[in-house]
């Protein structure tokens, strides 16, 4: 009797491990779904990064500015390139106007989204640019149903072993900088 009661034991046991073990067809499926519901989510992102690439490369003021939200900020590579939609329209209007603007094209793109909320997202990405590398990065809210850039962040990239050679070249200029703004604080 007792082995009788050890072995529907062991067979209860077996039967539970294996009920917990998920069919691995279902689970590519779902992880499958799961990827192409999160590239068609991305979709309307990327369409709106790599419209805005083209617009300044096409020195199409119009669409690019229309990209953004209207109170949207911009920080350049420099340190005092902080501005915002107004401001910045003002300063670009004639490079805009002499088709003098930047052709930077998107070689990686991360997008992030939020569990909690689908109308943000974030995003960086990797540009090829007469700078040559040079990270963008931002935030993307959702307006009206389409997707705008909220704040956009480009930054040039240092190779790690050039960054003391950098460091040395714009110290005197952005010392002046710092001990300027710790003065209007």
Same mark, same amino acid.
């Given at each position: ?45 990327? !369409?709106? +990064? ?8 096409? /020195?199409?003021?119009?669409?690019? *500015? $229309? @990209? ?17 939609? !107004?401001? +910045? ?8 106007? /002499?088709?003098?603007?930047?052709? *930077? $094209? @998107? ?19 990797? +540009? ?58």
């Amino acid at each position: 009797m007792e082995n009788k009661v050890k072995q529907i034991l062991y067979f209860l046991l077996i039967s539970l491990t294996f009920s917990c073990i998920r069919d691995p067809e279902k689970v590519a499926k779902e992880g499958l779904k799961a990827i192409e519901k999160k590239e068609q989510a991305n979709s309307g992102i990327n !369409a709106l +990064l790599d419209s805005v690439n083209i617009a300044a490369a096409e /020195a199409d003021f119009k669409t690019y *500015f $229309k @990209s953004f939200a209207g109170n949207a900020t911009y920080n350049g590579t420099d340190a005092t390139e902080n501005w915002d939609q !107004a401001w +910045l329209m003002i300063l670009t209007k004639p490079r805009f106007d /002499a088709k003098k603007t930047w052709n *930077f $094209k @998107s070689v990686r793109r991360n997008i992030y989204r939020s569990d909690k909320y689908d109308d943000i997202a974030w995003f960086d990405e990797l +540009l090829s640019t007469p700078m040559k590398i040079c990270r963008g990065s931002g935030v993307v809210i959702k307006e009206n149903g389409r997707w705008k850039i909220q704040q956009y962040v480009l930054s040039v990239t240092i190779p790690k072993s050039k960054l003391d050679a950098v460091v040395a070249l714009k110290a005197a200029e952005e010392d002046y900088l710092l001990t300027s703004i710790k003065k209007t604080k």
